[in-house]
């Protein structure tokens, strides 16, 4: 039983069906009576998908990550494009890469496909100045078109920004590494985004509250690997740190590696603290202590500031979500 | 130096400088040298990206796929994306889930798009017959849009498939184990897909050659979670089995885990063997063995399809990759 049969039995079209499931202002009450009967009578169960079918003029979001493939956009892209899906609105999808270039154009190249709204993945599209020059071509956009961001914040009319407090969130958890003895820290990371600058940042303020710095500051490239990222620890061939702080899940299991490789006990001889709390966490052993980024909360904001704006109503324009330590077995504190 | 500043310097669009790095006909030839001598004075190198851009009929794509946010989805989601903007197509995304109901409703949502071409991905929306009732939807969609498949197969007009031979590449990874001295051997899985059907039966295959039979056919249900995985396996008390032959490597890594737990050795006591080659397979201790399922092959197969018939030239209609398995820490053979 689905909704084209629902839609045979009471004669009426799938988006008639669709319409009643949201109920719809659009559908006369008798109408909306039958149809209900008969899904009842049929002990027929919409999908939440069953929702969004049929609305004859569905609307264009445009989304834009840098890498569809990446965990932490996979998982974004996957809730944004059900929920959006859900509310009735196709997505068009765009993966940008991490340049400069190919960030504004592919913003750009949505614009002309004149969606409804744009929702941009990741903080590759901020910039560490939010009234910055270099993110003229966000605010340009948002005078065509809304623009949302998860986990990235421009300042500017018609923007709307979710952020994780990624700073905070780095400057605590390394705090308590300090707490429990550590001292010789090392920052690994594989983009030059503003969120890792923010991560690196809450390290080195941590650091400094202890009258400390940084002992390594490595950055692998974007890659992504957790073998690469293994290899190039073994390859920096002095490298005496006894704490590593990972802008990602897979730099951490390759810090992890790193340890094995070399002899070293983890948490014992060396901490690892990684970001995301992705499922890589959970498969290193032993497994990670990661930092949760409420990637789930930014989308699900992101999701209300679109539906109260495309509704027309008004809502604020940024909202933090609180970033926090999940203690596992990377971790002795 | 980008795209835009070349547009402006040779006083042309951006559509224009796109159109000469895509070599178009439908620019004069005075205006490429114009535009390519000054590329060269002023060392541009384009992004692949550039080349999408600006070409006026942006023409669209559906891409379907049970879930966006699984990383072989993920995977395919991006390069297939990549690929099609490269050649001057959107990609419209609908994220289907894996129910029967949800699959149609998704494919018809996109033909109400007026997509050129539906790109689906995963074997969910294929049926253990080619010919079956069950994918009528599938032919009924392809006699309105070219439909292509990445690892499923339906036979019909105007549909284009690239599939992984799970059963051999399955059939052969389980002769090996048998032969190196395992007999009894589980069969782990999260979905009842048509590629989990051929992993299972290649596997049945392999062990009934043997005189054996599978020792045990365990479904974790859909969650993919690799601690849901190790805790279920945990709660089947009379488990008896010195070989596991997973359908992904999140299942995997969760018989490693399961292992641990019971102080089993890997592979001494069990072997492990995952499928699909991802970031978990080297995140695990030991690395996991698994099979290679040519997903990145599949996709380019279907991305050449897919140009040779929207250029109008003919191609074959089925290609098969051959998956294979890759020796790592899990078995000993």
Chains 1, 2 share one sequence.
Do not use: W
Request: with cysteine; net charge negative.
């Amino acid at each position: 039983m689905n909704i084209y049969d629902i839609a045979e039995l009471a004669g009426v079209s799938i988006a008639t069906v669709s319409r009643v499931l949201n109920d719809s202002p659009n559908v006369a009450e008798k109408t909306k009576l039958r149809v209900r009967e008969i899904m009842a009578a049929q002990g027929y169960v919409p999908s939440g998908f069953s929702r969004g079918l049929g609305q004859n003029a569905m609307k264009t979001i445009g989304l834009v990550c840098p890498d569809a493939a990446d965990d932490y956009m996979a998982k974004a892209v996957a809730f944004l494009e059900r929920s959006l899906r859900d509310y009735g609105y196709d997505c068009i999808l765009c993966c940008s890469g991490y340049g400069y270039e190919d960030c504004q154009i592919a913003v750009n190249a949505l614009l002309r496909c004149r969606v409804d709204a744009l929702v941009l993945i990741g903080s590759v599209y901020a910039d560490d100045d939010p009234d910055g020059q270099r993110v003229n071509y966000i605010r340009e956009a948002a005078a065509h078109t809304p623009v949302f961001m998860v986990n990235g914040y421009v300042r500017g009319e018609n923007i709307y920004c979710a952020v994780c407090d990624d700073f905070d969130a780095s400057r605590s958890a390394v705090g308590e590494m300090i707490a429990s003895g550590h001292r010789k820290i090392l920052f690994l990371a594989d983009t030059d985004t503003v969120s890792t600058n923010l991560k690196r940042q809450g390290c080195q303020a941590a650091l400094a509250q202890a009258g400390l710095e940084l002992q390594a500051d490595v950055s692998v490239g974007l890659s992504n690997q957790i073998n690469q990222t293994r290899d190039y620890l073994l390859k920096l061939a002095d490298l005496d740190v006894d704490g590593i702080f990972a802008a990602n899940d897979a730099l951490a299991a390759g810090a992890v590696k790193y340890a094995k490789r070399k002899g070293l006990s983890v948490p014992g001889d060396l901490c690892v603290i990684g970001y995301n709390n992705s499922e890589l966490s959970v498969c290193c052993d032993p497994e990670l202590s990661t930092i949760d980024s409420r990637e789930h909360r930014l989308c699900q904001i992101v999701i209300d500031f679109l539906k109260l704006h495309l509704s027309g109503r008004q809502g604020g324009t940024r909202v933090y979500a609180k970033g926090y330590l999940i203690r596992r077995g990377t971790t002795d504190f």
